[in-house]
Antibody, heavy 119, light 107 residues
């Protein structure tokens, strides 16, 4: 199992960024997927999850209405469209495979992509 | 939102000793509790799920117990590679939530 995130970078407050995660080594279309973030020196925070079929989607209150998670099984990829970015969104964003059910733990994680929000 | 509280924040242990980490949920999560290990600069690694089931490849010195609101991760004999931060996570309710972590350091 491999998960490879991309798309991180420096963005100004209020700006947008789209993260991607490409999966390999398993049957992508049968697993729910999630994004989890970690601010520098801080703990883990769940961000969003998406079902194996592309629905439903769930979001943390801190990002609801600003972030949109999607997936494309033809590309074995998930995405996180982040709009209206704030300083508190700065973190390393991990793509994670959900173990079995949509509401579940995370059995494989990518290496993460760093998002910096600063003017 | 279910709040997960881990204690202690830091645990100082000598190699070969036993380490006991606690995780408390603000309401029952049944047995839908996972533990992760994160070493500096590395990705989190799933250790335990279902409160007590070891993930694939996890050494037998790691064990989990508990249900409802009180959970424990025990490392029976600490090895040098076990010094890390450990997080618990509940997956019984949305939003999924993590504890703030327990750092296990060398005494």
């Amino acid at each position: 199992v491999q998960l490879l995130e991309s798309g991180g970078g420096l963005v100004q407050p209020g700006g947008s960024l789209r993260l991607s995660c490409t999966a390999s080594g398993f049957t992508f279309s049968t697993f729910a997927m999630s994004w989890v973030r970690q601010a520098p020196g801080e703990g883990l925070e769940w961000v969003s999850s998406i079902g194996a079929a592309g629905y439903p989607t769930f979001y943390a209150d801190s990002v609801k209405g600003r972030f949109t998670m999607s997936r494309d099984s033809s590309k074995n990829s998930i995405y996180l469209q982040m709009n209206g970015l704030r300083a508190e969104d700065a973190a390393k964003y991990y793509c994670a495979r959900v173990y079995a059910h949509l509401t579940d733990c995370f059995d494989f994680w990518g290496q993460g992509t760093l998002v910096t929000v600063s003017s | 939102e279910i709040v997960m509280t881990q204690s202690p924040a830091t645990l100082s242990v000598s190699p070969g000793e036993r380490a006991t980490l606690s995780c408390r949920a603000s309401q029952s999560v049944s047995s839908k509790l996972a533990w992760y290990q994160q070493k500096p600069g590395q990705t989190p690694r799933l250790l335990i799920y279902g409160a007590s089931t070891r993930a694939t490849g996890v050494p037998a010195r790691f064990s989990g117990s508990g249900s409802g609101t009180e959970f424990t991760l025990t490392i029976s004999s600490l090895q040098s590679e076990d010094f890390a931060v450990y997080y618990c996570q509940q997956y019984n309710n949305w939003p999924l939530t993590f504890g703030q972590g327990t750092k296990v350091e060398i005494k």
